[in-house]
């Protein structure tokens, strides 16, 4: 049981480039979330999926799209990288019935 | 979902109790008061939740007032393991929109 993987750990984009943030969770679990954090901020919802096939924008979706084709994968695409974009970005899921977030360990990107 | 007030650093001398208030006077019914951490740049841990009643598990207490507007994390034998980043979130019950709103938590750091 490996939780929850996001892949890679690091990352330096040039503005402009597209890439795909990758989260993937073992625990069958229905909710997924990607959120951003900047630093010395809380966490920002970015997109949610409360199921496969079902995804939705959270506080800060502009410029990312994601998808939820399998209940264990949700991938979070950058269009058309930004600085702005620089951030470490977290994934986490939990059971429908579930109360507590199981995170990943983040991924550092930086967009230069 | 409920804003909460938290203060912005905490000190606490290791073995000693470490008390960190939260302030959610505009909380629901129906709505829950979570804890997380933040361990330097890991991704957050879910610590404990409630929702009327204290609640206790192997790592915390959490203690809500009787108005519910307010709620106290604590930890009875800080180490300095639980030097960390502790977010209160308020948020609706299980089953509803999925989604975490952090704050900028309180920074507690434990030293000798």
């Known amino acids: 049981n490996a939780g929850v993987t996001q892949t890679p750990k690091f990352q330096v984009l040039k503005t402009g480039q597209s890439m795909t943030l990758q989260c993937a969770q073992d625990?069958?679990?229905?909710?997924m979330s990607w959120y951003r954090q900047d630093p010395g901020m809380g966490l920002r919802l970015i997109h949610y999926?409360?199921?496969?096939?079902?995804?939705d924008q959270g506080e800060v979706p502009n410029g990312y799209n994601v998808s939820r084709s399998t209940t264990e994968d949700f991938p979070l695409r950058l269009l058309s990288a930004a600085p702005s974009q620089t951030s470490v970005y977290f994934c986490a899921s939990r059971f429908t019935g579930g109360y507590g977030y199981t995170f990943g360990s983040g991924t550092r990107l930086t967009v230069v | 979902d409920a804003k909460t007030t938290q203060p912005t650093s905490m000190d606490c001398a290791e073995g000693r109790a470490a008390n960190l208030p939260c302030n959610h006077s505009?909380?629901?019914?129906?709505?829950?008061v979570y804890w997380y951490r933040q361990i330097h740049s890991q991704g957050p841990q879910y610590i404990i939740h409630g929702l009327k009643n204290n609640e206790t598990n192997e790592m915390a207490s959490l203690i809500i007032t009787e108005d519910r507007k307010s709620s106290t994390l604590i930890l009875p034998h800080a180490t300095l393991r639980d030097t960390a980043v502790y977010y209160c979130?308020?948020?609706?019950?299980?089953?509803?929109?999925?989604?975490?709103?952090f704050g900028t938590g309180t920074r507690l750091q434990v030293t000798l």
């Open positions: 979130i308020v948020r609706g019950p299980t089953g509803t929109a999925s989604k975490l709103t």
């Open positions: 625990m069958n679990h229905e909710y």
């Open positions: 999926s409360v199921g496969a096939g079902i995804t």
């Open positions: 505009t909380i629901s019914g129906n709505e829950y």
